[in-house]
T-cell receptor, first 109, second 125 residues
Protein backbone atom coordinates (compact mmCIF):
# COMPACT_ATOMS: atom_id res chain seq x y z
CA UNK A 1 0.00 0.00 0.00
CA UNK A 2 1.81 3.07 -1.30
CA UNK A 3 -0.65 5.52 0.37
CA UNK A 4 -0.39 7.92 -2.58
CA UNK A 5 -2.16 8.40 -5.89
CA UNK A 6 -0.46 9.89 -8.93
CA UNK A 7 -1.45 10.19 -12.59
CA UNK A 8 0.30 7.48 -14.60
CA UNK A 9 1.76 9.87 -17.16
CA UNK A 10 2.20 13.52 -18.08
CA UNK A 11 3.80 15.51 -20.86
CA UNK A 12 5.54 18.86 -20.56
CA UNK A 13 7.13 21.18 -23.10
CA UNK A 14 10.82 21.86 -22.68
CA UNK A 15 11.44 25.09 -20.79
CA UNK A 16 7.99 25.13 -19.25
CA UNK A 17 7.09 24.32 -15.67
CA UNK A 18 6.15 20.73 -14.94
CA UNK A 19 3.55 20.38 -12.17
CA UNK A 20 3.20 16.85 -10.86
CA UNK A 21 0.28 16.21 -8.51
CA UNK A 22 0.01 13.66 -5.73
CA UNK A 23 -2.91 12.74 -3.50
CA UNK A 24 -2.22 11.41 -0.01
CA UNK A 25 -5.56 11.80 1.71
CA UNK A 26 -4.76 9.32 4.50
CA UNK A 27 -1.51 10.99 5.54
CA UNK A 28 -1.01 11.17 9.30
CA UNK A 29 0.46 13.99 11.32
CA UNK A 30 3.98 12.60 11.61
CA UNK A 31 4.35 11.53 8.01
CA UNK A 32 6.49 13.39 5.49
CA UNK A 33 5.96 13.70 1.75
CA UNK A 34 9.00 12.67 -0.26
CA UNK A 35 9.64 12.87 -3.97
CA UNK A 36 12.08 10.71 -5.88
CA UNK A 37 12.61 10.26 -9.57
CA UNK A 38 14.01 7.43 -11.65
CA UNK A 39 15.62 8.10 -14.95
CA UNK A 40 15.63 5.14 -17.30
CA UNK A 41 17.98 2.33 -16.23
CA UNK A 42 19.20 4.21 -13.15
CA UNK A 43 18.43 3.95 -9.46
CA UNK A 44 15.90 6.36 -7.95
CA UNK A 45 17.19 9.80 -6.99
CA UNK A 46 15.98 11.96 -4.13
CA UNK A 47 14.43 15.29 -5.15
CA UNK A 48 12.82 16.97 -2.17
CA UNK A 49 10.64 16.39 0.87
CA UNK A 50 8.41 18.30 3.25
CA UNK A 51 6.12 18.01 6.23
CA UNK A 52 3.62 20.86 5.99
CA UNK A 53 5.45 23.90 4.70
CA UNK A 54 6.32 24.51 1.08
CA UNK A 55 9.90 23.65 0.26
CA UNK A 56 12.31 24.66 -2.48
CA UNK A 57 15.76 23.48 -3.44
CA UNK A 58 17.97 23.62 -6.49
CA UNK A 59 15.99 20.90 -8.22
CA UNK A 60 12.35 21.62 -7.50
CA UNK A 61 9.64 23.13 -5.35
CA UNK A 62 7.15 21.22 -3.25
CA UNK A 63 3.75 22.70 -2.52
CA UNK A 64 1.73 20.95 0.19
CA UNK A 65 -1.90 21.87 0.72
CA UNK A 66 -2.95 23.18 4.10
CA UNK A 67 -4.86 19.99 4.94
CA UNK A 68 -1.80 18.00 3.74
CA UNK A 69 -3.98 15.69 1.69
CA UNK A 70 -2.24 16.53 -1.55
CA UNK A 71 0.94 18.04 -2.87
CA UNK A 72 2.49 19.21 -6.11
CA UNK A 73 6.06 18.87 -7.27
CA UNK A 74 7.12 21.72 -9.52
CA UNK A 75 10.05 21.58 -11.89
CA UNK A 76 10.24 25.26 -12.85
CA UNK A 77 11.97 24.93 -16.22
CA UNK A 78 11.79 21.35 -17.42
CA UNK A 79 14.56 20.03 -19.63
CA UNK A 80 14.77 16.87 -21.70
CA UNK A 81 16.94 15.36 -18.95
CA UNK A 82 13.98 15.63 -16.56
CA UNK A 83 12.17 12.88 -18.44
CA UNK A 84 11.73 10.20 -15.78
CA UNK A 85 9.27 8.42 -13.52
CA UNK A 86 8.47 10.60 -10.50
CA UNK A 87 7.46 8.94 -7.25
CA UNK A 88 5.54 10.60 -4.45
CA UNK A 89 6.01 8.74 -1.16
CA UNK A 90 4.55 9.24 2.29
CA UNK A 91 6.79 8.06 5.11
CA UNK A 92 7.16 8.43 8.84
CA UNK A 93 10.37 8.03 10.77
CA UNK A 94 10.84 4.32 10.31
CA UNK A 95 12.67 4.41 6.95
CA UNK A 96 10.03 2.14 5.43
CA UNK A 97 9.64 3.71 2.00
CA UNK A 98 6.97 2.20 -0.27
CA UNK A 99 7.08 3.24 -3.91
CA UNK A 100 3.88 3.34 -5.95
CA UNK A 101 3.62 3.34 -9.72
CA UNK A 102 4.67 6.99 -10.02
CA UNK A 103 4.09 9.44 -12.85
CA UNK A 104 5.99 9.03 -16.07
CA UNK A 105 6.92 12.56 -17.11
CA UNK A 106 7.93 13.08 -20.72
CA UNK A 107 9.53 16.42 -21.55
CA UNK A 108 9.15 17.19 -25.22
CA UNK A 109 11.23 19.58 -27.32
CA UNK B 1 32.74 9.29 -2.60
CA UNK B 2 31.86 6.81 -5.35
CA UNK B 3 28.34 6.43 -4.07
CA UNK B 4 26.61 3.12 -3.46
CA UNK B 5 28.40 0.36 -5.35
CA UNK B 6 26.65 -2.76 -6.54
CA UNK B 7 28.07 -5.85 -8.17
CA UNK B 8 27.66 -7.49 -10.50
CA UNK B 9 25.82 -5.04 -12.77
CA UNK B 10 24.40 -7.88 -14.80
CA UNK B 11 23.93 -11.52 -13.91
CA UNK B 12 22.56 -14.29 -16.07
CA UNK B 13 22.13 -17.66 -14.45
CA UNK B 14 20.18 -20.84 -14.79
CA UNK B 15 17.26 -21.89 -12.66
CA UNK B 16 18.38 -23.63 -9.49
CA UNK B 17 21.70 -21.86 -9.23
CA UNK B 18 22.70 -19.73 -6.25
CA UNK B 19 22.95 -16.00 -6.90
CA UNK B 20 24.74 -13.50 -4.67
CA UNK B 21 24.30 -9.78 -5.14
CA UNK B 22 26.64 -7.38 -3.40
CA UNK B 23 26.33 -3.84 -2.15
CA UNK B 24 28.81 -1.41 -0.63
CA UNK B 25 27.31 1.44 1.36
CA UNK B 26 28.41 5.05 1.22
CA UNK B 27 31.01 5.66 3.92
CA UNK B 28 29.37 6.83 7.13
CA UNK B 29 25.91 5.58 6.26
CA UNK B 30 24.33 3.15 8.66
CA UNK B 31 21.07 2.16 7.00
CA UNK B 32 20.90 -0.26 4.11
CA UNK B 33 17.91 -1.11 1.92
CA UNK B 34 17.38 -3.80 -0.70
CA UNK B 35 14.73 -3.25 -3.39
CA UNK B 36 13.53 -5.27 -6.35
CA UNK B 37 12.02 -3.75 -9.48
CA UNK B 38 9.97 -5.50 -12.14
CA UNK B 39 7.57 -4.25 -14.77
CA UNK B 40 4.66 -6.04 -13.12
CA UNK B 41 5.24 -5.10 -9.49
CA UNK B 42 7.25 -1.90 -9.69
CA UNK B 43 9.80 -1.05 -7.02
CA UNK B 44 9.41 -3.18 -3.89
CA UNK B 45 11.26 -2.90 -0.60
CA UNK B 46 12.63 -6.32 0.34
CA UNK B 47 14.49 -5.67 3.59
CA UNK B 48 16.30 -2.93 5.43
CA UNK B 49 18.98 -2.76 8.10
CA UNK B 50 19.91 -0.15 10.68
CA UNK B 51 23.38 -0.48 12.18
CA UNK B 52 23.79 -3.95 10.67
CA UNK B 53 20.57 -5.21 12.28
CA UNK B 54 17.66 -6.30 10.05
CA UNK B 55 14.68 -4.15 10.96
CA UNK B 56 11.99 -5.23 8.53
CA UNK B 57 12.24 -8.23 6.22
CA UNK B 58 8.53 -8.50 5.50
CA UNK B 59 9.15 -7.77 1.84
CA UNK B 60 11.44 -10.75 1.33
CA UNK B 61 9.46 -13.01 -1.02
CA UNK B 62 10.29 -16.35 0.56
CA UNK B 63 12.91 -18.42 2.31
CA UNK B 64 14.99 -18.68 -0.83
CA UNK B 65 15.99 -15.05 -0.25
CA UNK B 66 18.40 -14.03 2.48
CA UNK B 67 20.28 -10.82 3.20
CA UNK B 68 23.21 -10.15 5.48
CA UNK B 69 25.45 -7.34 6.61
CA UNK B 70 28.76 -8.95 7.59
CA UNK B 71 30.11 -5.48 8.41
CA UNK B 72 28.96 -1.89 8.55
CA UNK B 73 29.80 -1.10 4.95
CA UNK B 74 28.83 -4.19 3.02
CA UNK B 75 25.74 -6.31 2.36
CA UNK B 76 24.81 -9.35 0.34
CA UNK B 77 21.49 -10.55 -1.00
CA UNK B 78 21.46 -14.24 -1.76
CA UNK B 79 18.90 -16.24 -3.72
CA UNK B 80 19.15 -20.01 -3.40
CA UNK B 81 17.85 -21.69 -5.47
CA UNK B 82 17.03 -19.06 -8.08
CA UNK B 83 13.91 -19.23 -10.22
CA UNK B 84 12.92 -17.46 -13.47
CA UNK B 85 10.40 -15.32 -11.57
CA UNK B 86 13.29 -13.81 -9.62
CA UNK B 87 14.40 -12.02 -12.77
CA UNK B 88 14.40 -8.31 -11.95
CA UNK B 89 16.62 -5.33 -11.27
CA UNK B 90 17.81 -5.34 -7.67
CA UNK B 91 18.76 -2.04 -6.10
CA UNK B 92 20.40 -1.33 -2.82
CA UNK B 93 20.33 2.05 -1.14
CA UNK B 94 21.96 3.55 1.91
CA UNK B 95 21.15 6.50 4.11
CA UNK B 96 22.95 8.55 6.68
CA UNK B 97 22.42 8.57 10.45
CA UNK B 98 19.20 10.02 11.75
CA UNK B 99 19.16 13.77 12.07
CA UNK B 100 15.65 14.16 13.40
CA UNK B 101 12.85 16.27 11.97
CA UNK B 102 14.56 19.63 12.34
CA UNK B 103 16.40 19.50 9.03
CA UNK B 104 17.25 22.60 7.04
CA UNK B 105 14.45 23.67 4.73
CA UNK B 106 15.04 22.25 1.27
CA UNK B 107 18.30 20.63 2.37
CA UNK B 108 19.24 17.97 -0.08
CA UNK B 109 20.89 15.66 2.42
CA UNK B 110 18.19 14.97 4.90
CA UNK B 111 16.68 12.58 7.34
CA UNK B 112 15.42 9.88 5.03
CA UNK B 113 17.26 10.56 1.80
CA UNK B 114 18.24 7.23 0.39
CA UNK B 115 21.11 7.02 -2.06
CA UNK B 116 20.56 4.29 -4.59
CA UNK B 117 23.12 2.20 -6.37
CA UNK B 118 23.04 1.54 -10.12
CA UNK B 119 21.29 -1.80 -9.66
CA UNK B 120 21.98 -5.39 -10.64
CA UNK B 121 19.97 -6.76 -13.54
CA UNK B 122 19.34 -10.44 -12.80
CA UNK B 123 18.10 -12.85 -15.44
CA UNK B 124 17.28 -16.39 -14.40
CA UNK B 125 16.79 -18.71 -17.36
Amino acid sequence: DAKTTQPPSMDCAEGRAANLPCNHSTISGNEYVYWYRQIHSQGPQYIIHGLKNNETNEMASLIITEDRKSSTLILPHATLRDTAVYYCIVINNNNDMRFGAGTRLTVKP
Amino acid sequence: DAGVIQSPRHEVTEMGQEVTLRCKLISGHNSLFWYRQTMMRGLELLIYFNNNVPIDDSGMPEDRFSAKMPNASFSTLKIQPSEPRDSAVYFCASSSPTRGPSYGAGARSSYNEQFFGPGTRLTVL
